[in-house]
């Protein structure tokens, strides 16, 4: 299926398509691969996003924003996956603009929006979410970094781990401990990355997503104003949760157009490779293999729109997004197992664009929340209906 062929998106979301994904044939693909040896994605490149409004899909209108809903997290990210084939580059956008970002607008006051949000949307001011830490991912509850009173405002003390856009970014929505007796006395706080104790451990090595900077992060005595209190205070715990269903979601949906890109290069390597008197696409098993991962493609896709369409009703799609994440992130590494294996030895070189969607792909599995955990959540909700 083409995107812009997918009933669930409109003539607004069709354009948006269309726009994300002739931007990343021009400005992306082209130099990804220099992004990758350099680990990090230019300012300058998510500058021109923000300039043509793909930073502020969710951002209500009276923000300044387009005022979209899921469903254009979804297309978004699966035009990403689609067309940029650097899944690092695609998480770097999708951690500022649906990961981190939204907390502000959830959470935020007018004050903090007028602080941050112009920037945030112009691609000035790079955002990203600090929740996961040594002891401490999907359990958000586990969490040590402390936040303690100091006069007007709170000195912050702790470390995060494998947090994205860290490195370059400018503002990390942070979560700390502010009621020791209660597990989940956690707040959010807006730090900058300027302040006075806050550092870069250091910038990890990863075996995906080359081109994202991720990293260690240490708060040694931070401190921050009573104004960069995000939400109310002793609830942060909350405002994660109520997120993790979205960036589970877009996961899920850049996930997709990974793999449909990984599949495309794929029919168009086996119709044309020679071998054996013909074309690898002539012989059955391969290309009944290749037909079988369409079909279970489509049924992701169609998984993660209709978890959208729910998260737009306003109910809880909690079991039903879990589920999705699970599955779908499984599948696409399936998938763009059989892409790699199809190529042949080119399937193991590392200039193959599916080999470095492959290896991106792995972290899917993991990040935002692991199969496991996610598999437990519908576990968890099954038993109590």
Same mark, same amino acid.
């Given at each position: 299926m083409k995107? !812009?062929?997918?009933?669930?998106?409109?003539?607004?979301?069709? =354009?948006?398509?269309?726009? /994300?994904?002739? #931007?990343?044939?021009k400005e992306v693909r082209p130099v990804g691969d220099e992004w990758e040896r350099d680990g990090r994605v230019p300012r300058?490149?998510?500058?021109?996003?923000?300039?043509?409004?793909?930073?502020?899909?969710?951002?209500?209108?009276?923000?300044?924003?387009?005022?979209?809903?899921?469903?254009?997290?979804? !297309?978004?990210?699966?035009?990403?996956?689609?067309?940029s084939t650097f899944a690092g580059f695609d998480i770097t956008v999708l951690v500022h603009t649906d990961m981190a970002g939204p907390?502000?607008?959830?959470?935020?006051?007018?004050?903090?929006?007028?602080?941050?949000?112009?920037?945030?949307?112009?691609?000035?001011?790079?955002?990203?979410?600090?929740?996961?830490?040594?002891?401490a991912g999907s359990d958000? !509850?586990?969490?040590?970094?402390?936040?303690?009173?100091?006069?007007?405002?709170?000195?912050?003390?702790?470390?995060?781990? #494998?947090?994205?856009? =860290?490195?370059?970014?400018?503002?990390?929505?942070?979560? =700390?401990r502010t009621k020791v007796e209660d597990k989940y006395g956690i707040s959010m706080f807006l730090v900058e990355t300027t302040r006075e104790g806050f550092s870069v451990e250091q910038k990890l090595d990863k075996h995906g997503w080359r081109c994202s900077d991720t990293a260690e992060l240490v708060l040694n005595d931070v401190y921050v104003p009573g104004e960069n209190l995000l939400g109310t205070e002793h609830r942060g715990f909350y405002e994660i949760m109520r997120n993790f269903q979205n960036e589970r979601m877009v996961i899920a949906a850049q996930a997709v157009g990974s793999a449909q890109t990984g599949i495309d290069l794929t029919l168009k390597h086996t119709q044309s490779r020679e071998a054996f008197g013909g074309v690898l696409y002539d012989k059955q098993a391969i290309r009944h293999r290749l037909a079988m991962d369409q079909a279970k493609l489509d049924a992701c896709r169609a998984s993660v729109y209709q978890a959208a369409w729910l998260m737009e009703q306003g109910g809880d799609a909690t079991k039903y997004v879990s589920g999705v994440k699970a599955y779908v992130c499984e599948t696409v590494m399936d998938i763009l197992y059989d892409c790699t294996?199809?190529?042949?030895?080119?399937? #193991?070189?590392?200039?193959?664009? /599916?080999?470095?969607m492959y290896r991106d792909a792995r972290v899917n599995t993991i990040g935002g929340g692991a199969t496991e955990v996610m598999l437990d959540e519908v576990a968890k909700r099954s038993l109590m209906e």
């Open positions: 995107l !812009a062929e997918n009933p669930h998106l409109d003539d607004d979301l069709r =354009a948006l398509v269309d726009q /994300v994904m002739t #931007f990343c044939d300058d490149v998510l500058q021109k996003m923000g300039g043509l409004g793909m930073l502020s899909l969710r951002v209500p209108k009276e923000y300044g924003g387009l005022g979209m809903g899921p469903i254009a997290s979804c !297309a978004f990210a699966e035009a990403l996956g689609r067309s907390h502000l607008i959830h959470s935020g006051n007018d004050e903090q929006r007028g602080r941050f949000l112009s920037g945030m949307l112009s691609g000035e001011t790079i955002t990203a979410i600090g929740v996961t830490e040594p002891g958000v !509850a586990g969490m040590r970094t402390r936040a303690t009173r100091d006069g007007e405002g709170w000195r912050i003390n702790g470390n995060k781990m #494998f947090i994205t856009n =860290a490195v370059y970014g400018d503002l990390v929505v942070l979560g =700390a294996q199809f190529h042949g030895g080119m399937g #193991f070189i590392t200039e193959t664009p /599916v080999v470095r």
